[in-house]
C-alpha cells in the first residue's frame, strides 16, 4: 500500500496522491481501506477512510484485505473496486467480489511488470475487467503477456508545476556541467552508470559533477565507484530529498540522467522536462514517451561512454539551452486534470456498463 506522504518522491506514490486527490471534484468518491503502520497525511474531508490491521506481505495480502473487500461489497458501499497495486490488491479484489457473487467491476492501475513477478501480475491483470496503465510502453507489454486489448486503457499521467524556486547550485560539488540522477538507489535503476558517465566525460577533458538524489542498498557502493573511478570529488550523494529540495535540484540542473532498465512511464523524465532540464536516458523503457530524443535530450545505451557522449554534446550552452525551451514545451502534455479526467471516464464507464448488466439479468 503506497504511503501518500506529502513529500513523498516515490513515482507510485506521486501517481497516486496526485490521482486521488482529484476525484473527488469529478464524482468519483474514494473508499481507502490504509494498513494502520502507513503514513496517510491529513487526508481530503472527501476521501472515505478505513483503518485496517498493519500492512501483510503482499503473498499473505488476501487473508487480511479480503474480508474487508467482502464488507464493501455486502454493505453496497462501493461500484467500482480499485486496486494501486496489481499483486498487492488484485488478488484480495477478485477472491472478495467472487465470494460475495457480486458484478461490481475490478479496475487495476498498472505501471510495470515486476522482473520476477511479472507472470503473476499477468494473470491477474487478465481477470480484471480494466487495466489502467501509464504508457504505450506498459501497454505493449500487456498485450504481450496476454491481457486483452479492448481491456487496457492508457492514460498519461501528470506532472506537478509548482512555482519556480531559487534553485540550490550549491548542490553540485564541483565546477562545469550540473548533472542530476533522481530515484530510488536499486539495481533496476542502474545509478552506477550516472557515475561511470562523470568519469567519461572527464577523460574527454569536460568538465562535469553529479548529484545522486535518492536512497536505497546501493549507496555505500556508488560511494565507493565514484572513489574507485576518481570522481569523488565530483560526485554527491544526498540522500532522500524534500519535495521542495527536489524541485530546486531541478531549476539548477543542466541535465538529468536516466538510466532504469524497468520504467512504466519515468516520472522523473517528465518533471525535469517541466522544469526545462535536457534528458540523457538509456534505450528501452517507457522513459522515450515523457521525452523527445534529439530534440528535448538523447537517448544513448547503457553505458557510461555513451552517456558521455550525448551529454557532452549538452555543454555546448546554446544547443542546451534550445533543448531546455523545447523540453518546457514538451512537458505541457502532462496534465494531472487531464489524467484525472479520463480516469474518471473510465470508472463510469464500467460501473454503467455494470448496471445495464444488472438489469439484463
Known sequence: ???????????????????????????????????????????????????????????????RFTPYVLSLLRTRRVQLLRGHSVRYCGPSLLLGRRLARSGVPIVL????????????????????DAVVAV???????????????????????????PPGTDGWPAAWPAEGLRLLTLGRLEPRKRPQLAIDAVAALRRRGIAASLVVAGEGPMSLALAERAHALGVADAVVLVGRVADHDKWRLYDSAQALIFTSALEGFGVVVAEAQSRGVPVVATAGTASIEAFEPDRTGYLAAPTGDALAAALARLADEPARLEMSAAAREFAERFDWDRCADEVAAIYRQLVVGAADADLRT
Open 135 to 161: 504508457s504505450e510502453h506498459a501497454r505493449h507489454r500487456l498485450l504481450a503477456a496476454g491481457v486483452s486489448a479492448d481491456r487496457v486503457h492508457v492514460v498519461v499521467q501528470g506532472v506537478a508545476r
Open 1 to 63: 500500500m503506497y504511503g501518500l506522504a506529502p513529500d513523498s518522491n516515490i513515482g507510485g506514490e506521486v501517481y497516486e496522491r496526485n490521482l486521488l486527490l482529484r476525484l473527488p471534484a469529478r464524482g468519483i468518491v474514494p473508499v481507502l481501506g490504509v494498513p494502520r503502520d502507513i503514513e496517510l497525511v491529513d487526508p481530503p474531508p472527501t476521501w472515505r477512510v478505513d483503518h485496517l490491521g498493519d500492512s501483510p506481505h503482499w503473498a499473505t495480502a488476501p487473508a
Open 109 to 128: 492501475h498498472h505501471h510495470h511488470l515486476s522482473e520476477r513477478w511479472g507472470w503473476l501480475e499477468a494473470r491477474i491483470l487478465t481477470r480484471a
